[in-house]
């Protein structure tokens, strides 16, 4: 059976030939022919085969990435044995059905045989050292459907409220880098404070309670719903009542300042609160990063506002403009900052890569932050050895590929 099978595939190949060109072939062209057509077929069956194993070995093995390449190596060496096997049985068999006895004829099949399939073995080879495993190994998709433990509560994580409630996005981006945006951070905004303290309690944040807490601080220094859409928002009577809890009780100023920032508060309202005497600290800052732009941020600087001013939570705007929604061109602004890149008090590549992680963002941020400057430090490798493979292999097989940390 095999055997019809392959004398019926030596003729349909010299046939189509010959119907091709019009001329029947010489014995040394069948052999140059069936040589050439079995080595490319050899080496694109064994390469595919050496594709699916190096994929199952990086994705589906809990390998760390020298251990891994270790085995796919060896492999590579017993699939090159395999095939040189397989050819002298491929040669053998042109042989026989050509009917050639003379030496050279026979060491000229063989020698096209092998540099046939050794052609499409190299090329794979080379395809898989220099761009994979990254593109055999899917982006991740971070969710968090269906969660209910409180490490589930990040900034780049999706998850859903109750059925009777909206969909909740707790800041998060998509990977998308579109004219549109590349992130979309308005989706709590929508919600009553009842809906997003029942999402609190579903995913272990029961602790906090954004209804009480509101009401604590409106008491204090006055209500501006952090809720309310955008459009809604009176800008005036926000500025008014800025002043009088500055007045009444100066320590509120910041918290009421960043209520207006997490309600988008145009550039002219940020401008009037600095004229008022006001200053922006760093967190501020990171707010702004999710939604100004590069020309609102050079004003800023205009003004004397320091973009590196600390926000105490180990992060700083230039980390933060991932999030922004305008796209990358804030970043890439940000980038050219010495005192944001090569800053001591921040290690500035894991945020970055942590992030990049986290809202599935390309590993080229994080290429571009290293090319400029920014240091790796040891603390940067361990976390990528030990939480990243752990937390988020496919992320970290990506990153091990790339940017070979």
Not at 139 to 167: E, G, K, N
């Amino acid at each position: 059976m095999i055997q019809s099978i392959s004398n019926w595939q030596s003729s349909s190949v010299i046939n189509f030939v010959e119907k091709r060109t019009g001329k029947n072939l010489s014995c040394p062209h069948k052999i140059l022919l069936l040589s050439t057509v079995y080595g490319l077929m050899t080496g694109l069956i064994i390469s595919s085969i050496e594709m699916v194993i190096s994929f199952l070995i990086h994705n589906r093995l809990s390998l760390s990435y020298e251990p891994s390449i270790f085995l796919i190596l060896f492999y590579q060496g017993a699939i090159f044995g395999f095939l040189n096997f397989t050819v002298l049985i491929t040669s053998h068999d042109i042989k026989r059905r050509i009917k050639i006895s003379e030496t050279h004829n026979i060491f000229r099949l063989t020698l096209v045989s092998v540099l046939s399939t050794v052609l499409i073995f190299l090329i794979s080879f080379i395809y898989f050292v220099y761009f994979s495993p990254a593109r055999f190994i899917e982006a991740p998709t971070l969710s968090t459907q269906h969660c209910h433990a409180p490490h589930c509560f990040t900034v780049s994580r999706t998850t859903a409220a109750s059925a009777d409630s909206t969909p909740l996005e707790d800041m998060s981006y998509q990977p998308a880098e579109t004219s549109g945006g590349i992130g979309n951070a308005n989706k709590f905004k929508h919600l009553t404070k009842k809906e997003f303290d029942e999402y609190l309690e579903a995913t272990g944040f029961d602790e906090f309670n954004i209804e009480s807490t509101s009401k604590k601080i409106a008491s204090s220094m006055g209500e501006i719903s952090l809720f309310s859409e955008k459009s809604k928002v009176d800008w005036n009577q926000f500025l008014e009542e800025l002043e009088q809890s500055t007045i009444e009780s100066p320590r509120y100023a910041d918290i009421k300042i960043m209520s207006a920032l997490i309600n988008e508060a145009p550039f002219e309202i940020v401008l009037e609160i600095m004229n008022r005497g006001h200053q922006l600290n760093g967190s501020h800052l990171l707010t702004l990063a999710s939604y100004f732009n590069v020309d609102e941020f050079k004003k800023l600087e205009n003004y004397g506002v320091d973009l590196s001013l600390p926000s105490g939570d180990g992060s700083n705007v230039l980390v933060r403009s991932l999030l922004n929604k305008a796209g990358p061109e804030l970043f890439e602004y940000l980038l050219s900052k010495d005192e944001l890149v090569l800053n001591d008090d921040i290690d500035i590549v894991k945020e970055v890569l942590m992030l990049s992680g986290r809202l599935n963002r390309p590993v080229k941020y994080v290429k571009m932050l290293i090319e400029r400057g920014a240091p790796v430090t040891e603390d940067t490798k361990k976390w990528i050895e030990s939480d990243l493979r752990e937390n988020n292999f496919k992320y970290y097989a990506v990153v091990k590929s790339r940017l070979m940390l």
